[in-house]
């Protein structure tokens, strides 16, 4: 006989307790005031019907590439069928935590180490769906399973580490190499602009010396032909005025003057002797005003 009338039968208002008669189970009596037929009917069991967690001790787990590491779990249950529950299998808590490290130990021996310690999440989902249908029949369900900790041997984590430093030292090398490449395609195109940008700035400056040597030459052939001068005779004076350039290098002790050469220096000459004749004349031009008056010789000598 049940009866929640005090505290203590607050407390397991959450317990279900099977009724037995002579043994055999006849019924499940939920929390509430109950009549059960003394000395014919007994309560069996009595189940707690919350939500139970149960801490998976620690264990060894080989891999699939024969690494040896050390888990432990924690898996979260609730019973739904109280007669299962206590008829189905005997000791429940301890037929859960077996089977929770039976495929605990399966599942993770059926992984490479890496997958161990980067898909945590696929090991606790497989685990949960296996182990829920696995004790259905009990008449609970398994509502999650944890895995806390997954502790590889001590040299096993220095081989990580050395492993992991080796890779961002790769990553630091080829980030720097890479660098170094863009630095160096950088200044590559900036010395290709710097060397068109200059190239052009020379093309330019060739342009206007050209163009102001030929207005020169324009202009001195202009003057030339204007005083009667022949052209041939500026041709040679340019020419002699290249010679000495020709021999102002140290390694020249001999200096070869081509065939026509006379004929150019008499051009030159003769271009001289116009120049002399032009400035004579100028020299010789009156100037302006009344001219200067005669003196009578005659007068005086008389």
């Not at 003394?38 to 801490?55: C, I, Y």
């Not at 888990?71 to 249950?77: A, I, Y």
């Not at 000791?91 to 180490?113: P, Y």
């Not at 009667?228 to 070869?256: C, F, H, R, W």
């Amino acid at each position: 006989m049940r009866c929640d009338v005090s505290r203590t039968d607050e407390v397991e208002r959450l317990v279900d307790a099977t009724v037995e008669r002579f043994g055999r189970y006849m019924r499940t009596l939920p929390p509430g005031l109950h009549v059960i037929t003394p000395f014919v009917e007994t309560v069996g069991a009595k189940l707690n019907m919350m939500e139970q967690v149960l801490d998976v001790p620690s264990q060894e787990v080989i891999t699939k590439d024969n690494a040896m590491v050390t888990v432990d779990g924690v898996v979260f249950f609730q019973i739904l069928d109280a007669a299962k529950a206590a008829y189905e299998v005997s000791g429940l808590e301890r037929a859960v935590l077996n089977l929770v490290m039976t495929n605990l130990r399966t599942v993770m021996g059926s992984m490479d180490l890496d997958e161990l310690l980067s898909q945590r999440d696929r090991i606790n989902a497989k685990l949960l769906h296996t182990v829920d249908d696995a004790t259905t029949p009990w008449g609970i369900k398994v509502t999650r399973i944890e895995i806390k900790d997954i502790a590889p041997p001590t040299d096993l984590v220095d081989a990580m580490a050395r492993q992991m430093k080796a890779e961002r030292d790769k990553r630091a090398s080829i980030l720097e190499a890479e660098g170094l490449r863009q630095a160096a395609i950088l200044n590559a195109e900036a010395d290709q602009q710097a060397n068109v940008l200059r190239a052009e700035g020379e093309k330019q400056a060739r342009a206007l010396r050209a163009e102001g040597e030929a207005e020169a030459l324009k202009r001195i052939f202009t003057t030339a032909a204007d005083a009667g001068i022949d052209p041939s005779a500026m041709l040679g004076y340019k020419y002699l005025e290249t010679l000495p350039q020709v021999a102002a290098g140290d390694a020249n002790k001999l200096m070869l003057l081509p065939a026509g050469a006379s004929d150019a220096m008499g051009a030159v000459s003769g271009l001289g002797a116009a120049f002399a004749e032009g400035a004579a004349a100028t020299r010789r031009t009156p100037r302006s005003g009344p001219p200067p008056a005669a003196s009578d010789d005659r007068g005086d000598s008389q």
